[in-house]
Antibody, heavy 115, light 106 residues
Framework: EVQLVESGGGLVQPGGSLRLSCAAS????????MNWVRQVPGKGLVWVSR????????FYADSVKGRFTISRDNARNTLYLQMNSLRVDDTAVYYC????????WGQGTLVIVSS | IQMTQSPSSLSASVGDRVTITCHAS??????LNWYQQKPGKAPSLLIH???NLETGVPSRFSGSGSGTDFSLTISSLQPEDIATYYC?????????FGQGTRLEIK
């Protein structure tokens, strides 16, 4: 069974940093591209970032480019999202999703950016 | 690529046939998924690649379309289908989602 478990969310002040993790199991992690998607509570879904299976090709939404960094550790079956210079409008539930199409989702981790 | 869903909300009776549409601003071929999201939960994949039913999803759900116009149909609405539904294109980065359709039971 595919499992994606996000962690690392929490309350942070504007301008601060957080690193999210997504622990993957139940599939061969190194074979899959991975994504981060976020959702402001009560609002729609917004794609944030993507990384290829080797970790050497990454993509970002314009809203996070230059502030967020996606990476992965294939030995640990873990996906990361380093978030720097956080803004109030980064407040959201962050999900990791599996594959080019992103069909499998974790349960999400809540990030609150507030003073 | 902008994804436009309609309607944004829908109220229907148990047993009704319900259709949600999704229009892409550019050709996405069949690189389109449909998701169901219930309150407090992560989205769950219903239909992949425009018309393929995800394993374990009830057969009352179906998807169709290609290019720029797609639809999700529930053949006989059930109470447990109360949720918000999203389309998503994955043909081109940035991946984009429709704004969602909130489905309620009359």
């Amino acid at each position: 069974e595919v499992q994606l478990v996000e962690s690392g969310g929490g309350l942070v002040q504007p301008g601060g940093s957080l690193r999210l993790s997504c622990a993957a199991s139940g599939f061969t992690f190194i074979n899959y591209w991975m994504n981060w998607v976020r959702q402001v509570p009560g609002k729609g879904l917004v794609w944030v970032s993507r990384i290829n299976s080797e970790g050497n090709n990454v993509f970002y939404a314009d809203s996070v480019k230059g502030r967020f960094t996606i990476s992965r550790d294939n030995a640990r079956n873990t996906l990361y999202l380093q978030m720097n210079s956080l803004r109030v409008d980064d407040t959201a539930v962050y999900y990791c999703t599996r594959g080019v199409s992103g069909g499998d989702w974790g349960q999400g981790t809540l990030v609150i950016v507030s003073s | 690529i902008q994804m436009t869903q309609s309607p944004s909300s829908l109220s229907a009776s148990v047993g009704d046939r319900v259709t949600i549409t999704c229009h892409a601003s550019q050709d996405v071929i069949t690189s389109l998924n449909w998701y169901q999201q219930k309150p407090g939960k992560a989205p769950s994949l219903l239909i992949h690649d425009a018309s393929n039913l995800e394993t374990g999803v009830p057969s009352r759900f179906s998807g169709s379309g290609s290019g720029t116009d797609f639809s999700l149909t529930i053949s006989s609405l059930q109470p447990e289908d109360i949720a918000t539904y999203y389309c998503q294109q994955f043909e081109t980065v940035p991946i984009t989602f429709g704004q969602g359709t909130r489905l309620e039971i009359k």
